[in-house]
Nanobody, 125 residues
Framework: QVQLVESGGGLVQVGGSLRLSCAAS????????MGWYRQAPAKQRELVAS????????KYADSVKGRFTIFRDNAENIVYLQMNSLKPEDTAIYYC??????????????????WGQGTQVTVSS
């Protein structure tokens, strides 16, 4: 049974930082690419960062490039999202998701239908 448990969200002021964590179980974590998605009110869920199974390849949405960093600990089955220089538009529920890395395109593709409960990030101005 796939379990993805996100944590680390909270209320932060503009320019602040947060580190999100996602503990995964029930998946072959060290052989799985991972992605962080976010969903703001009345908006579609969007992929903001992804990382290959080894951690050597990463990709970011333009809106977070240079501010967010995704990294992983395959020994602990945890993927992280370090978020710096936060902006009000980063306010959303953040979710992690397992998937595969398409090395020909450098893109992440989610796998399966299970989602965690997410973690709320609120950036106040």
């Amino acid at each position: 049974q796939v379990q993805l448990v996100e944590s680390g969200g909270g209320l932060v002021q503009v320019g602040g930082s947060l580190r999100l964590s996602c503990a995964a179980s029930g998946i072959p974590f060290s052989n799985s690419a991972m992605g962080w998605y976010r969903q703001a009110p009345a908006k579609q869920r969007e992929l903001v960062a992804s990382i290959s199974s080894s951690g050597r390849s990463t990709k970011y949405a333009d809106s977070v490039k240079g501010r967010f960093t995704i990294f992983r600990d395959n020994a602990e089955n945890i993927v992280y999202l370090q978020m710096n220089s936060l902006k009000p538009e980063d306010t959303a529920i953040y979710y992690c998701k397992e998937g595969v890395w398409d090395y020909s395109s450098g893109n992440f593709r989610m796998r399966g239908s299970s989602w965690g409960q997410g973690t709320q990030v609120t950036v106040s101005s």
